[in-house]
T-cell receptor, first 115, second 112 residues
Framework: NAGVTQTPKFQVLKTGQSMTLQCAQDMNHNSMYWYRQDPGMGLRLIYYSASEGTTDKGEVPNGYNVSRLNKREFSLRLESAAPSQTSVYFC??????????????FGEGSRLTVL | DAKTTQPPSMDCAEGRAANLPCNHSTISGNEYVYWYRQIHSQGPQYIIHGLKNNETNEMASLIITEDRKSSTLILPHATLRDTAVYYCIVRVLNTGFQKLVFGTGTRLLVSP
């Protein structure tokens, strides 16, 4: 089982460049999330998609855009990268159903450095 | 969501029980206590959750006080692989969308 897959795992950008982080889940989950984690800090929610076709801002949305391409895929785009966006980015998903515990399933993370 | 307070770090000897406390004195009646852990730089991993009864699964036990203002995660026989940051989160349970807010957690170091 792949679970939640993120690409790329590592990326170095120059200030002002753009890039898209890709996330896909194979668990038929309705909800997907993007978090960032800075050194020594907890995770902060950037954007989320409660269900296919909807997206909403989290705690720290500035400088990012998202697209819920379909039920499986949720991408995060940096239009003009800044050094303050150097971080580890985690994608997560959660399901729905009688057995659902409210558990979030996380990907392995994408490590982004902006020079 | 109710705020949680955890010690920043704890140590535990391998093979001993690790007891990780969490204070959530402002918890509401419909809020659950969730525990996640993050090993090194991996994505967080769900451990357990509970409302008011004690819960146990293959990974850990969760003890919630009767007034629900605090809880303890117990790893009964800690191993070196349990070294991680442990997050206590209080949240209303939604059966689908679940917006969790992570604090800085407790860094548990298990030593030989």
């Amino acid at each position: 089982n792949a679970g939640v897959t993120q690409t790329p795992k590592f990326q170095v950008l120059k200030t002002g460049q753009s890039m898209t982080l890709q996330c896909a889940q194979d668990m038929n989950h309705n909800s997907m999330y993007w978090y960032r984690q800075d050194p020594g800090m907890g995770l902060r929610l950037i954007y989320y998609s409660a269900s296919e076709g909807t997206t909403d801002k989290g705690e720290v949305p500035n400088g990012y855009n998202v697209s819920r391409l379909n039920k499986r895929e949720f991408s995060l785009r940096l239009e003009s990268a800044a050094p303050s966006q150097t971080s580890v980015y985690f994608c997560a998903s959660s399901g729905k159903g009688l057995a659902n515990t409210g558990e979030l399933f996380f990907g392995e993370g994408s490590r982004l450095t902006v020079l | 969501d109710a705020k949680t307070t955890q010690p920043p770090s704890m140590d535990c000897a391998e093979g001993r029980a690790a007891n990780l406390p969490c204070n959530h004195s402002t918890i509401s009646g419909n809020e659950y206590v969730y525990w996640y852990r993050q090993i090194h730089s991996q994505g967080p991993q769900y451990i357990i959750h509970g409302l008011k009864n004690n819960e146990t699964n293959e990974m850990a036990s969760l003890i919630i006080t009767e007034d629900r203002k605090s809880s303890t995660l117990i790893l009964p026989h800690a191993t070196l692989r349990d070294t991680a940051v442990y997050y206590c989160i209080v949240r209303v349970l939604n059966t689908g969308f679940q917006k969790l807010v992570f604090g800085t957690g407790t860094r548990l170091l298990v030593s030989p």
